[in-house]
């Protein structure tokens, strides 16, 4: 097992694994390899991107992209997207990677990590059981037009 910076080479790999992972039950989202390609692209091109991939034997068992952010606070580490493929889910690799996305914000002195999820699917439950606390009075807006 290895944990890897993620880089432009890797877009692509990691974007098969985002297709997987969320192609399916329970998100069922239908993505296109070309769409997710550029989607994580935006995220890895931003100056602030931090990403990592965590390998099995050469394979993408988990991926997570981030950003620091700058906030009253304090500094912090935005957690963009995270995902497990569905092969090494429930296997310990998102609380792996979770742990390594600590360990960076603790080294780069980001005092905060945060990230937003669906609250009434399991990945919800799996942030509660590492420590992340859900704020209450947040809420995300959106407006299809």
Not at 31 to 60: C, R
Not at 82 to 89: D, E, W, Y
Not at 113 to 122: A, G, N, Y
Not at 128 to 142: E, G, W
Request: net charge negative; proline share 5%; glycine share 4%.
């Amino acid at each position: 097992m290895e944990i890897k910076p993620i880089t432009n080479a890797s877009i692509e790999a990691c974007a098969k694994v985002f297709i997987q992972s969320y192609n399916r039950p329970p998100w069922n989202y239908q993505w296109k390899l070309e769409d997710a390609i550029k989607y994580l692209d935006e995220y890895a091109s931003s100056p602030q991107f931090v990403g990592f991939a965590l390998y099995d034997n050469e394979e993408i068992a988990g991926v997570l992209l981030a950003h620091t952010k700058t906030w009253w606070t304090s500094n912090q580490l935005f957690i963009d997207e995270f995902f497990v493929a569905p092969g090494f889910q429930k296997m310990g690799y998102g609380k792996i990677l979770i742990n390594y996305a600590e360990q960076y914000a603790l080294e780069n002195e980001l005092k905060t990590i945060t990230l937003m999820t669906h609250k009434f699917m399991p990945a919800m439950n799996f942030y509660v059981k590492n420590d992340f606390i859900h704020a209450q009075p947040f809420v995300i807006l959106f407006k299809n037009i």
